[in-house]
């Protein structure tokens, strides 16, 4: 089984624990055994439990790279977009890179998927099947079996109530009693989940955009026109078959939604009292959050923000949400995790969390001079060439324009002052060092 996983935007109606390096699909609210999860990471293991042989690639922007393979590890297939252009030039890419980068051949069948929906393993089994179907018609969708008359999706209306049926036609996202009549017709959400033959898909790629292979398209993706698989596609295609599928299915991108399927009801450092009912907490800061006398609310607590609301009232975020976006104070790399503790006029200080046996990449700036204090754990510090071991107190100075790393052996946090009259994130030239981080 080839899977194509889009993982798409930052979404920002779970503000403030997603952030435009951070996308809610890299939160960790859901359970596996006694650890914390990822959405991404649940998905992943969910695919490989339904079938441990499938091939999974994540068509992602280059800013979700070092989180996928944070908790995903360095192995998994990554597909970049140089830019976000949309669904219809991000499966393109995807499927160019599956035909000539990994070497799937033409008749192979792939399946296209969002990366955010809670789901139980039948939908994954269901996905098995869909890629099964490609090929009998030149599309295959799966239409989620709708549950009330819902107003935010887009519909399918079968040419039957049978499982497997051609599609009649395609509904935009209605009212309430045009929902009811769509349901009397036996109408299915559009989930945005696909199947093709990938011969298929690559011929119909070559028919809208003029490109040579998966290096010239990437080369040339600026030039993509930002359209949808839907509108680029599927409702010009006249060969579609749609495939029911009834099992556990939620959108869960408000915090009322994510509620009703997280974990716990406390994650981090936060009290309830006894009077609180139906209230989730989720802390990532260092403080103790108290919470009391609050009734169906959700409160969220990073370095980028806080939120206390009602959790239905919390659905309406976005546009406030817009309106007090500040820069990203917390990333996760591939060697760990980056968080801004302070900002000053001409200083920054951040914490380092790094995971054992990983490294940075080594990297200088220009106008800024940088001091690491080992807060904890051990390794290795190369500086233009120089290297030295450190352990907790050491600390070391790097002056602008020297080339740096840590290595770590353990487990390892690092404080980092910043120091200089402009300090940017694009103030940063990287080099070669050894083995590929």
């Known amino acids: 089984m080839n899977i194509i996983l889009l993982s798409g935007g930052s979404g920002k109606r779970l503000w403030p624990l997603p952030n435009d390096v951070r996308s809610k699909q890299f939160i960790k609210l859901f359970k596996n055994g006694d650890k914390h999860e990822s959405m ?104 989620i079996e709708p549950t009330y008359p819902s107003e935010k999706y887009g519909y399918i209306i079968p040419k039957s109530k049978d499982k497997v049926s051609p599609v009649k036609e395609f509904k935009e996202k209605p009212d ?8 009397e017709q036996g109408a299915v959400w559009n989930a945005g989940i696909f199947a093709f033959k990938l011969s298929y898909l690559m011929e119909k790629a070559h028919e809208l955009i003029d490109f040579e292979n998966y290096q010239d398209l990437y080369n040339k993706y600026d030039q993509c026109e930002k359209i949808s698989f839907d509108y680029a596609v599927v409702e010009k295609e006249s060969s579609i078959n749609v495939l029911r599928y009834k099992g556990e299915w939620r959108d869960v991108g408000t915090w009322n939604m994510m509620s009703e399927v997280m974990a716990d009801n406390v994650i981090g450092n936060a009290t309830l009292d006894e009077t609180t009912t139906n209230t989730h907490v989720i802390n990532e800061l260092d403080i103790p959050i108290l919470v009391m006398g609050a009734h169906d609310m959700v409160v969220a607590a990073s370095g980028d923000g806080i939120l206390v609301a009602d959790k239905e009232q919390s659905g309406y975020m976005k546009p406030y949400v817009e309106k007090i976006a500040t820069d990203v104070r917390y990333a996760d790399k591939s060697w760990g995790s980056y968080q801004i503790i302070s900002v000053g006029e001409k200083n920054l200080v951040a914490k380092a969390t790094m995971k054992a046996g990983h490294r940075m990449s080594y990297h200088s700036h220009d106008f800024r001079e940088e001091v690491w204090t080992i807060l904890s754990g051990v390794g290795r510090v190369v500086v233009d060439g120089i290297e030295r071991a450190i352990q907790p107190g050491s600390v070391i100075t790097l002056p602008a324009g020297s080339k740096h790393t840590i290595i770590a052996r353990t487990n390892l946090s690092v404080l980092e002052t910043q120091i200089g009259s402009d300090i940017s994130v694009s103030d940063k030239s990287s080099y070669e060092f050894g083995s590929k981080e």
């Open 176 to 183: 309430r009693a045009t929902a009811e009549k769509y349901l």
């Open 40 to 143: 991404v990471q649940r998905v992943y293991r969910q695919i490989k439990r339904v079938d441990k042989d499938a091939t999974v690639t994540i068509a992602t922007s280059k800013s979700q790279v070092p989180a996928i393979h944070n908790q995903l590890g360095e192995d998994v297939s990554v597909c970049v977009e140089p830019m976000r252009r949309d669904t219809f030039p991000a499966v393109v890419l995807a499927a160019a890179y599956l035909h000539d980068e990994m070497g799937v051949k033409d008749d192979e069948p792939v399946v296209v998927c969002p990366v955010d929906p809670y789901v139980d393993d039948s939908y994954y089994e269901a996905v098995e099947q869909l890629g099964k179907l490609a090929g009998q018609a030149n599309l295959t969708l799966m239409g």
